[in-house]
């Protein structure tokens, strides 16, 4: 069984800065990706930032609105992500996810954490 717990959400004003931690733990035999989406009030779930780790190093990717101001890093099974200069339009619920493998021969699949809500507002 594979648990995501994520930390970190909260209020903060416009300007301001949060960051978020997410840890994975379980039955884990391959993590190579690990990422944040999050889904605000009406819309669809979104991707945010994600970190593949691999051979020839780390490869990261942001949505274009967060490219910036939004910084996202991996420790072993933890995944992180600083948000500075946050904005009314990140207020949503965040979501952590990991993209692995429980067994050597099994397939890769997306597991979530339960959510934490980030809140821009003055």
């Known amino acids: 069984q594979v648990q995501l717990v994520e930390s970190g959400g909260g209020l903060v004003q416009p300007g301001g800065a949060l960051r978020l931690s997410c840890a994975v733990s379980g039955s884990i035999f391959t993590m190579n990706r690990m990422g944040w989406y999050r889904q605000a009030p009406g819309k669809q779930r979104e991707f945010v930032a994600s970190?593949?780790?691999?051979?020839?190093?780390?490869s990261i990717k942001y949505e274009d609105s967060v490219k910036g101001r939004f910084s996202i890093s991996r420790d072993k099974t933890t995944v992180s992500l600083q948000m500075n200069s946050l904005k009314p339009d990140d207020t949503a619920v965040y979501y952590c996810?990991?993209?692995?493998?429980?067994?050597?021969?099994?397939?890769?699949?997306?597991?979530w954490g339960q959510g934490t809500q980030v809140t821009v507002s003055p």
């Open positions: 970190i593949t780790s691999g051979d020839s190093g780390d």
């Open positions: 996810n990991a993209n692995l493998r429980t067994w050597a021969w099994g397939p890769r699949e997306d597991y």
